[in-house]
């Protein structure tokens, strides 16, 4: 904000400055010479502004010694998932901020990755579900390429989980009930938006919402577009991460081998 304040109030004096020149200076030459000559004085001033702007820690110096909690073999769920909903459980009682929320990194068809914030909708026996557009660009992903990673990360309990596994399209009459269990701007909100592809601007965004919203006035329930549905993450590797002092963190892995989950002990 300081910033912004500086750059706008260089600018006025700028502007004033311009406009001394035009009383004072009549000859086109004169005026030009003068305007030229100021240039260099206004781009030093916000560009020295803008400098100030840069970090002012160091950032190789902030850690934190985690020193919450402890996490062994023996203090562990036989099932990932049944540890998972313990920490998660967990996380929620400790009032972490947005506990659902999870990074999803998918691969393109050339192997190329990305990642992204999305909410968990569901957890059960079947695995791990979230919903989305799926002509979006991780829609796109997954189903050309239908594996991924998730990690959740709690700092208010010093704890991170990674998983990964196959992902499947969840049945269309799940994605049903899910969507409209979704507030109502929200049901709209899924037909108006092409997610990922490139809009001229948000005034676009706002005009279908409206015309929507007149289009669906007398319907009761808002149908599911085809594009918009949910995802599954069945595990085959789970790993729970516990902060320890000294980096000497506690990490305890799940991986499915011939259709049993076994427990090991990694090294931080």
């Known amino acids: 904000m300081l910033f912004i304040f500086v750059a706008i109030l260089c600018s006025a004096l700028y502007s004033l400055l311009i406009y001394i020149c035009l009383l004072y200076y009549p000859e086109p030459k004169s005026r030009k010479a003068f305007v030229i000559s100021l240039a260099p004085t206004y781009i030093f001033i916000i560009l020295g502004k803008s400098s100030s702007m840069a970090l002012t820690h160091n950032i190789a110096d902030i850690r934190v010694n985690y020193r919450k909690h402890a996490l062994t073999e023996d203090s562990v769920a036989g099932h990932p998932i049944e540890q998972f909903k313990v920490w998660l459980q967990e996380a929620i009682e400790a009032q972490a901020e947005e506990p659902t929320a999870l990074v999803l990194s998918t691969v393109n068809a050339a192997g190329k990755p990305s990642a992204r914030v999305v909410l968990l909708k569901g957890v059960d026996a079947q695995g791990f579900s979230f919903y989305t557009n799926y002509n979006s ?59 990922s592809q490139v809009i001229p601007s948000r005034q676009v965004l706002e005009q279908r919402e409206m015309e929507l919203a007149e289009e669906f006035a007398g319907t009761e329930l808002v149908p599911r577009p085809e594009h918009w549905g949910g995802f599954r993450l069945e595990p085959d590797y789970v790993e729970f991460w516990q902060g320890r002092p000294s980096r000497l963190h506690d990490r305890i892995a799940y991986e499915l081998e011939n259709g049993i989950w076994q427990v090991k002990r990694l090294a931080p």
């Open 137 to 195: 660009r991780k829609g796109q992903e997954l189903d050309q390429h239908p594996y991924a990673s998730l990690t959740f990360f709690w700092p208010a309990l010093e704890r991170q989980v990674r998983i990964e596994g196959k992902v499947g399209r969840v049945s269309p009459q799940e994605s049903d009930a899910y969507f409209h269990s979704r507030p109502r701007g929200s049901q709209i909100g899924a037909w108006v938006s092409p997610q």
